[in-house]
């Protein structure tokens, strides 16, 4: 019997390029839409961890990052 080989996971990097579905229930939160190669693609989170990660001081910092991209363009 020849001994199976274990590889090393490698991190899972995606862009989800375009959203179009948002949905939350029994305390998940979906955002659902086409990742970077037009493919669809879903995010799952725990909607009471996501609620405790984005704030509004994270949200305002978002808007202020992209507000400065935009003027960049």
């Known amino acids: ?3 199976i080989e274990l590889q090393e996971a490698q ?3 995606k862009r989800l390029h375009e959203i179009n579905t948002f949905q939350c ?3 998940e939160l979906y955002l659902r839409g086409k990742d ?3 493919e669809d693609f879903t ?3 725990d909607a009471f961890n996501f609620l405790e ?3 509004k001081e ?3 910092y978002i808007k202020q990052k992209v507000i400065e991209y935009v ?3």
Request: glycine letters at 4%; a negative charge; charged letters at 35%.
């Open 58 to 60: 994270k949200i305002e």
């Open 1 to 3: 019997m020849t001994p």
């Open 53 to 55: 990660w984005i704030d």
């Open 71 to 73: 003027e960049e363009k």
């Open 36 to 38: 970077e190669m037009g």
């Open 11 to 13: 991190p899972l990097h």
């Open 43 to 45: 995010l799952c989170f």
């Open 25 to 27: 229930v029994d305390n």
